[in-house]
């Protein structure tokens, strides 16, 4: 819980500074790292750095929702569409610890399930990859209004 709060903070002053899709990846590598560390079974403080490393993915999330949604959406429908990617996302978790489940009572083991969630980080971060510049930048400070309307 603390390692969701603490990325949260991070993420939110990162994503000022620097562009979304290098934040988001980070954030997606993060759990990936902590899926690693606990599908090796790595002693020690292994569990914990896995769990915190989890935390941070789960912290950064929906704030990186709601970012990069306004950045390559705008904020026409911005209620709509964040309503349906945190729709999507709740789901995919819940569909998630059902998986997970489900590879353990087939095959009294997680590692498949962990498996597959790695591909799936993959997947995401491949996918955030080939995203562009942003569609609809921040407004820069002492930038008028009436100068980014006119560029879009």
């Not at 002053?13 to 988001?24: E, F, G």
């Not at 970012?67 to 995919?92: K, N």
Request: charged share 10%.
């Amino acid at each position: 819980g603390f390692a969701l709060i603490v990325a949260r903070i991070i993420a939110g002053y990162v994503l000022d500074r620097i562009h979304a899709t290098y934040v988001a990846i980070f954030f997606l590598l993060c759990p990936m790292i902590g899926i690693a560390i606990l599908g090796f079974r790595v002693g020690g403080h292994g569990p914990l750095v896995g769990g915190v490393l989890l935390g941070m993915g789960i912290g950064a999330e929906i704030d990186l929702i709601a970012y990069i949604l306004s950045r390559y959406f705008g904020l026409r429908a911005f209620g709509a569409l964040h309503g349906m990617a945190f729709c999507f996302a709740q789901m995919a978790s819940a569909a998630g610890g059902a998986l997970m489940g489900w590879c353990y009572q087939l095959g009294h083991s997680y590692r498949t399930g962990l498996i597959l969630n790695e591909l799936l980080l993959v997947i995401a971060i491949i996918i955030l990859a080939g995203q562009g510049t942003y569609k609809y930048p921040a407004i820069k400070a002492g930038q008028k209004v009436k100068e980014m309307i006119a560029a879009h």
